[in-house]
């Protein structure tokens, strides 16, 4: 079993930065692949960037390659999504979501545990 729980969402502006983190419990985070979703207003919820459990691979949705990264720090059983550059289209709920099975993979159904998510409102 893995528990996330996200945070670092927040009201910015146009071109502002913000980091999500996802701190997990839970003995298998260590070897789990993570990934960030997020689901706009009226939208479905989308693949946002995935990384392998031991960060050799990473995956990324085109709409935020090269203004995102993820990351994680293991010791310290924690995903994060850094932002750049944001834009009103980034504007949505931002969920993280554990794999134990996989590497990197852009498919929601293939993450067996999810966080409640955490609100990213950019301002134009």
């Known amino acids: 079993q893995v528990q996330l729980v996200e945070s670092g969402g927040g009201l910015v502006q146009a071109g502002a930065s913000l980091r999500l983190s996802c701190a997990a419990s839970?003995?298998?985070?260590?070897?789990?692949?993570m990934g960030w979703f997020r689901q706009a207003p009226g939208k479905e919820r989308e693949f946002v960037a995935a990384?392998?459990?031991?960060?050799?691979?990473?995956r990324y949705a085109d709409s935020v390659k090269g203004r995102f990264t993820i990351s994680r720090d293991n010791a310290k059983n924690t995903a994060y999504l850094q932002m750049n550059s944001l834009n009103a289209e980034d504007t949505a709920v931002y969920y993280c979501?554990?794999?134990?099975?996989?590497?990197?993979?852009?498919?929601?159904?293939?993450?067996?545990?999810w966080g409640q998510g955490t609100q990213v409102t950019v301002s134009s």
């Open positions: 979501a554990a794999d134990p099975y996989g590497t990197s993979r852009s498919d929601q159904n293939e993450y067996d545990y």
């Open positions: 839970g003995r298998t985070f260590s070897t789990s692949a």
């Open positions: 990384i392998s459990w031991r960060s050799f691979g990473t």
